[in-house]
């Protein structure tokens, strides 16, 4: 990867057959694990995110073009939170608030247990 980031494609398929590395099963297969390791979240342009992953499809393409492609992320949707503007009180959980109540009144508590010991 490196080789084709500095050097370009070129170089770098004149590295891979000089080494014999385009034919080696474990490069191959770690061309395949870093594939599936980096993530392939892509920006609104359509480029990866991540630069690892872009040089990484080159190079495949370039070498191991019987690879397959990296899978696409999908990028999860998240929808606008609902606001609480309007809904019943039930379905918040809320009762008539005295629960809010004894918490301000705990608050307190824990000065009066200090004085008694």
């Not at 080696?24 to 392939?40: E, G, H, N």
């Not at 008539?96 to 508590?109: I, N, R, T």
Request: hydrophobic share 35%.
């Amino acid at each position: 990867m490196m080789v084709y980031e500095e050097d370009g494609s070129k170089a770098c398929q004149v590295f891979i057959d000089r080494h014999g590395l385009r034919n080696d099963s474990r490069i191959k297969a770690l061309a395949l694990a870093m594939m599936q390791a980096i993530p392939t979240t892509r920006g609104k342009d359509g480029k990866f995110l991540r630069p690892e992953m872009t040089t990484l499809d080159a190079l495949r393409l370039l070498v191991w073009d019987d690879l397959p492609a990296p899978p696409e992320e999908v990028v999860p949707v998240i929808d606008k939170a609902p606001t609480l503007k309007g809904m019943p009180s039930d379905i918040l959980g809320e009762d008539d608030g005295a629960e809010e109540d004894d918490l301000a009144d705990d608050v307190g508590d824990e000065d009066d247990d200090t004085e008694d010991e």
